[in-house]
C-alpha cells in the first residue's frame, strides 16, 4: 500500500457510494489503505468541537480523504459539520470541474467550466444574530487575505492547467465595500498573470449568461455563497450534481467530496448513482501523483456511460449502485 486516505462514509447514501467508490478506486491498483472513520459531532457542543476530532486528526495525518455527503439540518440545529471540516482544516479552495458526460442527457453540450470557490468566509462565517425579535443580522465576512489567497489558487491552478481566462463573479455594484474587496484583491493578483484573460461579471448577469452561452467562460472565481449557487446551476448544464466532482483544498490537506447531498429519499435502496463521488476520486488520485490510475479509472467510467446498459436510475439507467460499480471494474480489469 503506497497511500493511506482518511475515507467519511457520511450520511443517507454516503456509506453506499463510498464503499462503491472504495471498492472501484482498490481495482484500479492505486495502493490505497483505507482508513474509515465517522463524522458524527462529538457529545461536547461548543463551536467547532461538534466535529468529531478524530476526523480531523485523521484528515491531518493522512493529508488526504474522500467524504460521502453529510446532512445539515434547515433552519436549526448546530452548524453544518461540512463547513465546520473545511474550517478546522483551512481547506480554502472548493474546486469543481464542470464537463459533459458522454451518455449523460444535458442542457449544454461541451461545457469545459473550472469553478473556484472561496471556501472558508463570506456569509458562511456563520455569524448571525437577532438584534431585536423579527430582526436577524447575518455578517458577510470577505478579508483581503482569503481573497488574495483564493485569487492566487484560481490564476496558479490555470497557469498550470494551461486555462486561459479567469472571470472573477461579484456584486460590488451593491455590496460596495466587501465584494469591492474581493474585486481588488483579484485585480492586484490578475496584474501577475498577464497571460491570463482577466474580467469581472455580475453575478445575475453570470448566470444568464453561463445558461446562454457557457462556452464564454473558462475559470471562474467566486466568493463563497456566489461559488456554492453558481456551481449546482453549472452542474445542471451537464447533467446535475450526480456528475460532478469536487475537492476542497488546503495548503497541506484535501478533502474530496461529491456536490449532491445524502439524498434521504433513496437511501438505503441501493440505487444511489456514485458517479459523482468516484469522479471526485479521480480528482484525489490526480492530487495524490496517482496519474497512471486517474486516467485508468477515468476511462472505465467513460466506457460505462458511453455503453449505456449499466447506469442508475437517476441517469436514465436501471442498475444498483452495485451492478454500475461492477461495470466500471470489469471496464477497468480490461485495461
Ligand atoms: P440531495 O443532493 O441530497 O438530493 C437532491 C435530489 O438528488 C434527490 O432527489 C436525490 O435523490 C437526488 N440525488 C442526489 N445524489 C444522488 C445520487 N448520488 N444518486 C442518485 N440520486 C441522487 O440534496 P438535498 O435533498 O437538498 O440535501 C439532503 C441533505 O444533504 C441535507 O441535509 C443537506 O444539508 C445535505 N448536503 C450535504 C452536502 C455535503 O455533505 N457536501 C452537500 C449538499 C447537501
Given at each position: 500500500m503506497k497511500h493511506t486516505v482518511t475515507l467519511i462514509p457520511g450520511d443517507g447514501i454516503g456509506p453506499e457510494v463510498a464503499h462503491a467508490v472504495q471498492r472501484i478506486l482498490d481495482a484500479s491498483g492505486a495502493g490505497i489503505n483505507w482508513e474509515e472513520v465517522s463524522a458524527r459531532p462529538e457529545a461536547d457542543r461548543r463551536g467547532s468541537a461538534y466535529l468529531n476530532l478524530d476526523v480531523v486528526d485523521s484528515v491531518k495525518r493522512n493529508r488526504v480523504a474522500l467524504k460521502g455527503p453529510i446532512a445539515t439540518p434547515v433552519a436549526?440545529?448546530?452548524?453544518s459539520l461540512n463547513v465546520g471540516l473545511r474550517k478546522a482544516l483551512e481547506l480554502y479552495a472548493n474546486l469543481r470541474p464542470v464537463k459533459n458526460l458522454a451518455g449523460v442527457k444535458s442542457v449544454a453540450q461541451n461545457v469545459d467550466l473550472i469553478i473556484v470557490r472561496e471556501n472558508t468566509?463570506?456569509?458562511?462565517?456563520?455569524?448571525e444574530h437577532t438584534i431585536v425579535p423579527g430582526v436577524v443580522e447575518s455578517l458577510k465576512i470577505i478579508t483581503e487575505k482569503a481573497s488574495t489567497r483564493i485569487a492566487v489558487y484560481a490564476f496558479e491552478y490555470a497557469r498550470k492547467h494551461g486555462r486561459k481566462k479567469i472571470a472573477a463573479v461579484h456584486k460590488a455594484n451593491i455590496m460596495k465595500q466587501s465584494d469591492g474587496l474581493f474585486l481588488a484583491s483579484c485585480r492586484k493578483v490578475a496584474a501577475n498573470f498577464p497571460e491570463i484573460e482577466y474580467r469581472e461579471v455580475i453575478v445575475d448577469n453570470a448566470c444568464m449568461q453561463l445558461v446562454m452561452n457557457?462556452?464564454?467562460?473558462?475559470v471562474l472565481l467566486l466568493t463563497n455563497l456566489y461559488g456554492d449557487i453558481i456551481s449546482d446551476l453549472a452542474a445542471g448544464l451537464v447533467g446535475?450534481?450526480?456528475v460532478v466532482p469536487s475537492g476542497n483544498i488546503g495548503a497541506e490537506v484535501a478533502i474530496f467530496e461529491a456536490?449532491?447531498?445524502?439524498a434521504p429519499d433513496i437511501?438505503?435502496?441501493?440505487?444511489?448513482?456514485p458517479t459523482a463521488l468516484l469522479m471526485s476520486g479521480i480528482m484525489m488520485l490526480d492530487y495524490m501523483g496517482e496519474l497512471d490510475a486517474a486516467r485508468r479509472v477515468e476511462q472505465a467510467l467513460h466506457a460505462v456511460y458511453r455503453e449505456g446498459?449499466?447506469?442508475?436510475?437517476?441517469?436514465g439507467g436501471t442498475v444498483s449502485t452495485d451492478e454500475f460499480s461492477n461495470a466500471v471494474i470489469a471496464e477497468l480489469s480490461k485495461s
Amino acid at each position: 500500500m503506497k497511500h493511506t486516505v482518511t475515507l467519511i462514509p457520511g450520511d443517507g447514501i454516503g456509506p453506499e457510494v463510498a464503499h462503491a467508490v472504495q471498492r472501484i478506486l482498490d481495482a484500479s491498483g492505486a495502493g490505497i489503505n483505507w482508513e474509515e472513520v465517522s463524522a458524527r459531532p462529538e457529545a461536547d457542543r461548543r463551536g467547532s468541537a461538534y466535529l468529531n476530532l478524530d476526523v480531523v486528526d485523521s484528515v491531518k495525518r493522512n493529508r488526504v480523504a474522500l467524504k460521502g455527503p453529510i446532512a445539515t439540518p434547515v433552519a436549526e440545529g448546530p452548524p453544518s459539520l461540512n463547513v465546520g471540516l473545511r474550517k478546522a482544516l483551512e481547506l480554502y479552495a472548493n474546486l469543481r470541474p464542470v464537463k459533459n458526460l458522454a451518455g449523460v442527457k444535458s442542457v449544454a453540450q461541451n461545457v469545459d467550466l473550472i469553478i473556484v470557490r472561496e471556501n472558508t468566509e463570506d456569509l458562511y462565517a456563520g455569524l448571525e444574530h437577532t438584534i431585536v425579535p423579527g430582526v436577524v443580522e447575518s455578517l458577510k465576512i470577505i478579508t483581503e487575505k482569503a481573497s488574495t489567497r483564493i485569487a492566487v489558487y484560481a490564476f496558479e491552478y490555470a497557469r498550470k492547467h494551461g486555462r486561459k481566462k479567469i472571470a472573477a463573479v461579484h456584486k460590488a455594484n451593491i455590496m460596495k465595500q466587501s465584494d469591492g474587496l474581493f474585486l481588488a484583491s483579484c485585480r492586484k493578483v490578475a496584474a501577475n498573470f498577464p497571460e491570463i484573460e482577466y474580467r469581472e461579471v455580475i453575478v445575475d448577469n453570470a448566470c444568464m449568461q453561463l445558461v446562454m452561452n457557457p462556452h464564454q467562460f473558462d475559470v471562474l472565481l467566486l466568493t463563497n455563497l456566489y461559488g456554492d449557487i453558481i456551481s449546482d446551476l453549472a452542474a445542471g448544464l451537464v447533467g446535475g450534481l450526480g456528475v460532478v466532482p469536487s475537492g476542497n483544498i488546503g495548503a497541506e490537506v484535501a478533502i474530496f467530496e461529491a456536490v449532491h447531498g445524502t439524498a434521504p429519499d433513496i437511501a438505503g435502496k441501493g440505487i444511489a448513482n456514485p458517479t459523482a463521488l468516484l469522479m471526485s476520486g479521480i480528482m484525489m488520485l490526480d492530487y495524490m501523483g496517482e496519474l497512471d490510475a486517474a486516467r485508468r479509472v477515468e476511462q472505465a467510467l467513460h466506457a460505462v456511460y458511453r455503453e449505456g446498459k449499466h447506469l442508475t436510475r437517476d441517469v436514465g439507467g436501471t442498475v444498483s449502485t452495485d451492478e454500475f460499480s461492477n461495470a466500471v471494474i470489469a471496464e477497468l480489469s480490461k485495461s
